[in-house]
């Protein structure tokens, strides 16, 4: 399985950014695609997932109602749609996945810099 993450970028606050990330070499049946990043001193933390089969979604409080996770199972791709973008959201933007019964990510893409300046 392999995931590339782009998208990222430089914004000011309140802009808004669309990260994608291309999934190959894998079926992704039963996966859970996520979103996570780390901002610099901070641990990594969960910021959005989607099942690959179903579209239900998942978010972390501090993302809910500005970030928006989508996936295209045509083109084998997943989507963060981030608005109302603010400077603590400046991190390195990570895609992941696993089986959707785990909770640990197995598979990871490179990550993609998002940069919010105020």
């Known amino acids: 399985v392999q995931l590339q993450a782009s998208g990222g970028g430089l914004v000011q606050a309140g802009d808004s950014l669309r990260l994608s990330c291309a999934a190959s070499?894998?079926?992704?049946?039963?996966?859970?695609m996520a979103w996570l990043r780390q901002a610099p001193g901070k641990e990594r933390e969960f910021v959005a997932g989607?099942?690959?089969?179903?579209?239900?979604?998942f978010y972390s409080d501090s993302v809910k109602g500005r970030f928006t996770i989508s996936r295209d199972k045509a083109k084998r791709t997943v989507s963060l749609q981030m608005s109302s973008l603010k400077p603590e959201d400046t991190a390195i933007y990570y895609c992941?996945?696993?089986?959707?019964?785990?909770?640990?990510?197995?598979?990871w893409g490179q990550g993609t810099q998002v940069t919010v300046s105020s």
């Open positions: 992941a996945a696993t089986y959707y019964t785990k909770n640990t990510y197995d598979y």
């Open positions: 070499g894998g079926t992704f049946t039963n996966y859970r």
């Open positions: 989607i099942r690959w089969n179903t579209p239900i979604t």
